[in-house]
């Protein structure tokens, strides 16, 4: 998959260094990308695969858990183009406080 809006997440980490989970949610982000990168969905399900716990929502908008649970991705995936566009990057309680589906 072409990986969109990375820009996102590297604002996100570069205003919050030092802060407590940041190294460990960025290794994990790092993780995350090389799966997206080398991925090929087709479909929900195909992400469903790779990532159990993602949460398929309406307009194409899949939600990542980064970090266990304390962390969120929020992606908009063009199946048909192969391209995850990242829509959000936060805390659970950053996530908690968006509307994932009008992003």
Sequence with gaps: MIVTGRDIVE???ANRAGHKGTKA????FDAWLA???QARWRNPEDVKA?????SILKA????FNIKGNDYRLVATVQYQAGVVAIRFFGTHGEYDEIDAESL
């Design 50 to 54: 790779s990532h159990p716990k993602a």
């Design 25 to 28: 949610a960025r290794s994990q």
């Design 35 to 37: 799966i997206a990168d």
């Design 60 to 63: 194409s908008r899949v939600v």
């Design 11 to 13: 604002r996100y980490f």
